[in-house]
């Protein structure tokens, strides 16, 4: 059984927008999908974070069509970050061009040893 942590946010033309994802329990992050919902603009992104730790970033292109998935890529240094149960996981929207509503999920690994 895979374990993923659905969720859905809407990004904003007029600023960055920040959501937090709970964590249920210690894990890392092994990769993230979402779909948009319409052309955000050009190479939008959304950040993966603990706090101030950047895990990874999903990166659209220019000119996608609705339903296109971003590519994700795990940070050099954060990207094997741990998280406790209780964290909270930080996405941070960049500021679209247009609104648009991301669905996807966060996979997580549960299988952490320690947790700092």
Request: glycine share 8%; proline share 4%.
């Amino acid at each position: 059984m895979e374990n993923k942590l659905w969720f859905s946010v809407l990004g904003s033309s007029s600023a960055t927008a920040d959501f937090y994802v709970p964590v249920p329990y210690a894990c890392i992050i092994k990769t993230v999908q979402a779909a948009a919902s319409a052309d955000p603009g050009d190479n939008e992104t959304i950040t993966v974070a603990k706090a101030s730790t950047t895990v990874g970033v999903l990166t659209y292109g220019a000119s996608i069509s609705p339903g296109a998935v971003g590519t994700y890529a795990a940070d050099s240094t954060g990207g094997e970050t741990a998280f406790a149960a209780g964290d909270v996981i930080k996405l941070t929207i960049s500021q679209l061009t247009a609104a648009a509503t991301f669905v996807g999920y966060i996979k997580i690994d549960p299988f952490v040893m320690t947790v700092q």
